[in-house]
């Protein structure tokens, strides 16, 4: 969603706030803005659309400065309208204020502003903030660095909602302000310089020190220092942090898109979410981020997964996952559901929120929602600064890196492996032999090669995209743990490529779905060798006789699916718990090429966000 760069130094903060930008425009957006301080004033420029737009603006009418904050905006209050875009301005038109998150009294605050005759000019929630503080600066009469902030200190104090900002006066040069609750905000630090942004992948290329900054805490930054306080006005403990990952890692390379670059990484990923957590002396995983005894384990009676978007999928697939390798229930929520409804929650009960970002609004929520009522709540999330990492009591990180392709990939099939390590672990405490425990280790330590094969389909996979991308309309069925991963499956083409898909368990075909079986809709099966093989396949003949183009996943070796099905994909054969991992891989794939075929902005749709921060 929205992304917030800030520089202040010596250099020229221009190129510095447009690569941080270009960094940031994989989490969505749909305009952008900077704001320039020079010697008596402040410059600004917008645009609708790409920041490439921006670029061009700043070119046709250059600006330049050494202190400056940027914005890329998804639109939430009032249109995509270069008006709408940040930075704000308030009464003066001296201040400047960029913003992530929603102020939900914003209406009630901007009604008493018109009153004491301040005008707007947005339909944004932004403009409030930016004229509140602008007002409480104006009346405090001192125009230095500390006035400033005592400013955005009491404007934040009227506001109800979330927000990550940055501010720069022109009363005030040399310094920046920003501020944080429920949007994240990162100091990064540097020789006679100081960025903010609000993911660190944007400022990475600059520095690897930095702050992640809490809630209600307000820094003030300049070339040579920074100060970091809390709302209240007391001074704010902090703690420098490197980053785990480099500049590197957050950028292509020999790839078209980070989405097919981060699909290839997956024998990596998987990998790298297992590493160290294997013990074949105790025949188990080692999760000591759970900070959970055995014997709290195994108290355990109930388990209840929540998330959103493809992280909910994973929780789907971790419900099959453990239930056959732990026998404990397991429960699912879409974590916007969670948090408003009031489940009866067994004692025992353990809550997993799953996050990829660990800044999704609603899981946030869900999260705190079910700590406030004293579950032990722990999070799965790849962000290890993320606010959902420090709020939990406990968790698994997936030590994926950083994900930049919108729709997700890698940080799926990390999510899958941790529930068999979550499975395998909770399992030896109750049924699971010894024995057990190691076999599932040893497939386990396959994994990374079968992930490694599986991605070898791809010129197979892109032929039949290249077939199959007219379809206006795409069926995914598959049954037990692979109905979750033909949900998946439906969410990734739709989201990049726009065609309208659905996913089912294959039974449910004859309860209604099989009314869209026409020539011109292709299904997906994912039928690989397990107990539901056969079903499978009448429910597949059930599609061909209606002569609906079938796609099949199958497992290597197989011949019947070849039999009936117009297209067959072999996976490699692998435990029923590690399957679905390996099915998702041509699912991606076969997204991907898709959207490529038809000229879409695989790492950038329309519409969507990579970090949906807001509810
Ligand atoms: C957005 C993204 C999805 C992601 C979901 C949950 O909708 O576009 O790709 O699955 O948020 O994100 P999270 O970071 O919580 O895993």
Not at 196 to 224: C, G, K, M, P, W
Not at 429 to 454: C, F, Q, Y
Request: with cysteine; aromatic share 6%; hydrophobic share 40%.
């Amino acid at each position: 969603m929205c992304g917030i760069v800030a520089y202040v130094g010596s250099s020229n903060a221009i190129p510095i706030l447009l690569d941080g930008l270009n960094r940031l425009e994989y989490r969505g957006y749909d305009s952008a803005g900077i704001a320039v301080a020079r010697a008596g004033g402040i410059d600004v420029r917008k645009a609708v659309g790409r920041i490439a737009n921006l670029a061009a603006e700043i070119q046709k009418s250059p600006v330049s400065g050494t202190v400056g904050i940027s914005h890329t905006r998804w639109a939430t209050h009032g249109a995509v309208t270069r008006e709408n875009a940040h930075p704000h301005t308030d009464k003066s038109g001296r201040l400047h204020l960029v913003h992530n998150g929603v102020i939900e009294n914003y209406q009630t605050l901007r009604e008493q502003l018109q009153e004491r005759g301040h005008e707007f000019h947005s339909q944004t929630d932004t403009e409030v903030l930016a004229h509140l503080v602008g007002e409480a600066f104006d009346k405090g009469g001192a125009r230095d660095s500390a006035a400033l902030v005592e400013a955005v200190r009491a404007a934040l104090r009227q506001v109800i909602g979330t927000y990550g900002i940055s501010v720069v006066h022109a009363d005030v040069p040399g310094m920046l302000v920003g501020a944080r609750r429920g949007s994240p905000l990162v100091l990064g630090i540097g020789k006679h310089e100081h960025f903010l942004a609000s993911d660190v992948s944007a400022i990475v290329s600059h520095t690897r020190e930095v702050v992640y900054l809490n809630d209600y805490e307000i820094v003030a930054l300049q070339a040579d220092g920074f100060e970091i306080s809390t709302l209240s006005g007391s001074g704010a403990d902090f703690h420098v942090s490197t980053v785990e990952f480099d500049a590197g890692s957050v950028e292509k390379g020999k790839y078209p898109h980070y989405m097919l670059k981060e699909i290839h990484e997956q024998p990596n990923t998987v990998r790298d979410a297992m590493r160290g957590r294997l013990s074949a002396e105790e025949a188990t995983a080692i999760l000591g981020g759970l900070n959970m005894t055995n014997a709290d384990l195994r108290a355990v009676d109930r388990i209840v997964l929540a998330g959103c978007g493809t992280a909910f999928h994973a929780a789907l697939a971790g419900e099959y996952i453990l239930e056959s390798l732990a026998h404990i229930p397991v429960e699912c929520e879409f974590a916007s559901e969670f948090r408003y409804r009031n489940i009866p929650f067994q004692r025992d009960t353990l809550v997993f929120v799953i996050s990829q970002s660990g800044e999704t609004a609603d899981t946030l929520a869900a999260l705190r929602e079910s700590r406030r009522k004293g579950h032990r709540t722990l999070g799965i999330c790849n962000n290890v600064a993320s606010t959902i990492a420090r709020e939990s009591d406990g968790g698994v990180y997936m030590h994926a890196g950083p994900e930049i392709g919108v729709a997700a990939t890698k940080s799926f099939t990390s999510q899958l492996t941790i529930f068999v390590l979550l499975g395998l672990l909770l399992g030896r405490i109750r049924h699971l032999s010894h024995s057990d425990g190691l076999n599932i280790i040893s497939e386990l330590e396959k994994l990374p090669d079968l992930v490694a094969r599986t991605i070898e389909l791809e010129t197979q996979v892109a032929a039949i995209a290249k077939k199959y991308a007219k379809a206006n309309n795409f069926l995914f069925m598959g049954r037990q743990a692979h109905y979750p991963i033909a949900l998946e499956g439906a969410l990734k083409l739709k989201e990049i490529s726009y065609i309208s898909s659905s996913g089912y368990p294959s039974a449910e075909l004859k309860h209604g779905v099989i009314a869209l079986i026409t020539e011109d809709t292709p299904s997906l099966f994912i039928a690989p060798q397990d107990a539901v093989f056969e079903k499978n396949i009448s429910n597949i003949e059930e599609v061909k006789a209606r002569r609906g183009p079938v796609i099949a996943i199958g497992t290597e070796g197989d011949t019947a699916l070849a039999k009936i099905c117009d297209d067959v994909i072999l996976i490699p054969e692998a435990p029923h718990y590690l399957t679905p991992i390996l099915a998702t891989i041509p699912l991606q794939l076969l997204a991907y090429h898709i959207a490529n075929e038809l000229g879409c902005d695989v790492d950038k749709p329309r519409n969507l966000a990579k970090s949906v921060t807001v509810e």
